[in-house]
Nanobody
Framework: QVQLVESGGGLVQAGGSLRLSCAASGRIFSNYGMAWFRQAPGKERERVAA????????SYADSVKGRFTISRDNAKNTVYLQMNSLKPEDTAVYYC?????WGQGTQVTVSS
């Protein structure tokens, strides 16, 4: 059974950057694609970015294209989300997901 632990959230001003990490354990990490989702208050959870098991394929929500970058280090069993040019509307709890399993989430708050 996989366990996912997110970290790296916090409070940042608009235009700033944050790097989220998600450490996985319990499965062979490199066998699975990974994704980042987010959920803002009163809104549905939405997928932000995804990456293939090898890291050679990525996809992004239109709202974050050109600002966010997903990457992974299979040697460290970790997936990252580099977030640049942050906007107040990026404020949400960010979750990583592997094959239907969720982490506990990390709060990102962007002040205007």
């Amino acid at each position: 059974q996989v366990q996912l632990v997110e970290s790296g959230g916090g409070l940042v001003q608009a235009g700033g950057s944050l790097r989220l990490s998600c450490a996985a354990s319990g499965r062979i990490f490199s066998n699975y694609g990974m994704a980042w989702f987010r959920q803002a208050p009163g809104k549905e959870r939405e997928r932000v970015a995804a990456i293939s098991w090898s890291g050679d394929m990525t996809s992004y929500a239109d709202s974050v294209k050109g600002r966010f970058t997903i990457s992974r280090d299979n040697a460290k069993n970790t997936v990252y989300l580099q977030m640049n040019s942050l906007k107040p509307e990026d404020t949400a709890v960010y979750y990583c997901n592997q094959d239907g399993t969720w982490g506990q989430g990390t709060q990102v708050t962007v002040s205007s």
